[in-house]
């Protein structure tokens, strides 16, 4: 085909102009200088970055076997992060509800509580869920209570945005038939939104729990309460088999997890 073309005096296709090739090779020079820039920033001592696969092979050793004897401990510390993740999933979604609401352009009541939505939203989101757990453990002291609290405020934000998004999203046809016949502002939410969004409501508490359930097992690196603690506490004697024990229960707890959650989704969704 581009043989013939050359006979015909036409040039052969491209999918991209000169113009467009230019600042694709631009873009991505300038991705390169940007990865560049940041690795030599972050100073990497990569004497230790060889020796890794080393360090780890010995790591490994000593984890092997894994040590059960404190197994009833570690399953019932392991119980307690389940019940801080469902806990704070429970609180969280009911507390996103109004802020969903506020936070949508087609539901809130006017442009300040508008920004007063999307401002709660936004400070949930930008603070990390260990971050929440230091500030908390700071003002409940350690313990459970300052892990549920963080978790909760963390998943307020991705609660209330991703229904948020949902509900301005929704057919208008449903809430203007409502309107029209004189409905009071509550059987419109009831019988017009409500419906529409449920499966993203039921999507999104489901995807939640599943993510609390993986950042409940480190809320113990801060005293925040769960697993984390004992896996702190393995590290920091060294106690590297029973470390290995309550990495395999972490892993478990994750796998099933995921099968309680994929069946959840088959049966609500």
């Not at 963080?150 to 057919?171: N, P, V």
């Not at 004992?230 to 796998?255: K, M, R």
């Amino acid at each position: 085909m581009s043989s013939i073309s050359r006979q015909f005096g036409r040039e052969d296709w491209s999918r991209h102009t000169p113009k467009q090739k230019a600042s694709r090779f631009a873009a991505f020079a300038a991705c390169a200088a940007a990865i560049a820039w940041a690795l030599s920033s972050i100073e990497v001592v990569w004497a230790w970055v060889w020796d890794s696969p080393a360090q780890m092979g010995d790591l490994f050793g000593r984890m092997y076997p894994p040590d059960p004897t404190n197994l009833g401990t570690i399953l019932r510390v392991l119980i307690e992060t389940v019940n801080i993740a469902t806990i704070a999933t429970a609180i969280a979604v009911f507390m996103s509800l109004p802020v969903a609401y506020i936070a949508a352009q087609n539901t809130t009541p006017n442009r300040a509580t508008l920004w007063l939505g999307r401002l709660i939203l936004v400070t949930s989101r930008s603070v990390n869920t260990i971050i929440w757990a230091l500030l908390f453990v700071a003002i409940f002291g350690p313990g459970v209570l300052a892990g549920i609290v963080a978790i909760m405020f963390r998943s307020i934000g991705f609660i209330g945005k991703l229904l948020g998004e949902a509900i301005e999203e929704i057919d208008r046809r449903p809430v203007e038939a409502l309107e029209a016949t004189g409905a009071s502002r509550f059987k419109v939410i009831a019988y017009a939104i409500v419906p529409q969004v449920m499966p993203t409501f039921w999507a999104v508490a489901i995807l939640r729990w599943d993510i609390n359930l993986r950042e409940s097992t480190v809320l113990g690196l801060v005293g925040a309460g769960g697993i984390g603690i004992i896996l702190q506490g393995a590290i920091d004697t060294f106690n590297w088999p029973e470390a290995a024990t309550v990495l395999i229960a972490i892993l478990a707890l994750v796998i099933l997890g995921e099968i309680v959650s994929a069946f959840l989704r088959r049966r609500i969704l």
